[in-house]
Nanobody, 122 residues
Framework: QVQLVESGGGLVQTGGSLRLSCAAS????????MGWFRQAPGKEREFVAA????????YYADSLKGRFSISRDNTKNATYLQMNSLKPEDTAVYYC???????????????WGQGTQVTVSS
């Protein structure tokens, strides 16, 4: 199996930036697609971004294009989410996930981290 651990969350003001990291261990020799999801209180878990193993394919939620950027470093078994121009509505628990094929749906992903809290104050 694959174990995923997120880090980098915290409290920031509106307009600020954060960089989330996802560290993978276990069956990291597999060419997993990596994704980020988020879940705000009282809402469903929603897709944020995804990246293929090679980095050649990236997908973003339409509302986040231009503000969020996903990347990965396979030599470090790490995936990142750069978040800029943060808004209060970005407040959520952010989850890292792994899948065998690229997708934008929760059910596409087999492995999940525990999440990291991002809070954006107004």
């Amino acid at each position: 199996q694959v174990q995923l651990v997120e880090s980098g969350g915290g409290l920031v003001q509106t307009g600020g930036s954060l960089r989330l990291s996802c560290a993978a261990s276990g069956r990291t020799f597999r060419r997993y697609t990596m994704g980020w999801f988020r879940q705000a209180p009282g809402k469903e878990r929603e897709f944020v971004a995804a990246i293929s193993w090679s980095g050649g394919s990236k997908y973003y939620a339409d509302s986040l294009k231009g503000r969020f950027s996903i990347s990965r470093d396979n030599t470090k078994n790490a995936t990142y989410l750069q978040m800029n121009s943060l808004k209060p509505e970005d407040t959520a628990v952010y989850y890292c996930a792994a899948a065998e094929s690229i997708g934008t749906m929760r059910h596409d992903y087999e492995y999940w981290g525990q999440g990291t809290q991002v809070t954006v104050s107004s």
